[in-house]
């Protein structure tokens, strides 16, 4: 029963008792308490009883009712912290989520530290669940997912696999974005940061590279130098290779693998020109200086380089010219590669 409804029913009810004895019978009773008598009709003695058990019945409701209301509060506050910390475990973001009743924190707390994977549809989730949902198979399906126009992208950290996996989508199918992720590189995960060099080393000429040139690694070099091979036409000039080796730490089978292309892309002034200058920056260039020379067929000035040099050095090389000095017709690759060429 409402609490309105018991006390105007309450109230009637004493009304009518005290009615009807005052009917019945219209005399007073007095009662004299620490000497002070109280004179009152019979009627209102008995009003005064029923009242005092309405009072004590209305405090009793009130205190069970107040009790019952917190009770339920804090179920409904735990449902709503579930239904959040499941929202941001399927988004793969798990948040701290606090409960009250101990029957939930024998289990729930386990979704702050977890991420959910579905493995099948559902329906009858609240709106905010089944839209999370949502989200999560198109980007599992290769989608892009506008998270931030969504506004939750900036609650998700730069590693959230979901946020990485839409990034990486949006890679694929977004052009311009690479150049993006690596102008910001610091707001991307490295997953996101190493595909989008990927995407320009594989796609764009070294104009548009060379400012990423800090950024790049050894492998990225081996896959421009495989496009060069392929006759990409992607800028490759002496200018832009002895920038690229000085931000890279090269050995010396990088600098052969280089010759190995260049020789067919440069003309051989250029050539030598451009391993000359690195011979005097890296030592380890030297090798590959010796290579255009026989490749050139240039064995005066290999001999006159060799003797210039430690007779324990450049071994393979040293090999080779004996086998040219003695008309030998063998070409340099055909005995060494770029293993061999730096023993």
Request: glycine share 4%.
């Amino acid at each position: 029963m409402r609490i309105g409804t018991y006390i105007f029913s309450g109230l009637v009810l004493i009304t009518l008792v005290a009615g009807g004895v005052y009917l019945l019978n219209p005399g007073y009773y007095s009662v004299t308490v620490l000497g002070v008598t109280i004179n009152l009709p019979v009627a209102a003695w008995f009003a005064l009883a029923m009242g005092l058990l309405f009072l004590a019945t209305l405090l009793h409701m009130v205190y069970h009712g107040t009790r019952s209301y917190f009770k339920r509060r804090r179920y409904l506050d735990d449902i709503e912290e579930l239904k959040d910390a499941l929202y941001w475990s399927l988004l793969q973001e798990p948040k701290e989520h606090r409960y009250r009743i101990p029957q939930m924190r024998e289990g729930a707390p386990l979704l702050n530290v977890a991420r959910l994977q579905t493995v099948g549809s559902v329906s009858g989730l609240s709106e905010k669940l089944m839209k999370a949902l949502e989200w999560v198979t198109r980007i599992e399906n290769g989608e892009v997912v506008d998270l931030k126009e969504k506004k939750i992208e900036r609650f998700l950290s730069k590693e959230n696999p979901l946020l990485v996996r839409n990034q990486l989508n949006r890679l694929q199918k977004e052009k311009g974005f690479a150049e993006k992720v690596l102008q910001a590189r610091e707001s991307y995960d490295e997953k996101v940061v190493q595909e989008a060099l990927e995407i320009l080393v594989s796609k764009e000429d070294l104009g548009k590279l060379k400012k990423f040139i800090p950024f790049l690694e050894r492998k990225h070099l081996y896959r421009l130098l495989e496009r060069a091979d392929r006759k990409e036409e992607i800028g490759l000039t002496p200018d832009v290779l002895e920038t690229l080796a000085e931000a890279l730490e090269l050995e010396c089978g990088d600098y052969v693998r280089i010759a190995q292309t260049t020789v067919r892309r440069f003309t051989p002034d250029e050539n030598l020109a451009l391993f000359k200058r690195l011979s005097h920056k890296d030592e380890k260039a030297q090798n590959a200086y010796l290579y255009l020379l026989f490749e050139y067929e240039m064995v005066d000035e290999a001999n006159r380089f060799l003797e210039e040099h430690d007779e324990r050095e450049f071994l393979p090389f040293r090999a080779f010219a004996v086998l040219k000095n003695g008309k030998h017709p063998f070409k340099i690759d055909d005995l060494l590669d770029t293993e061999i060429a730096c023993r």
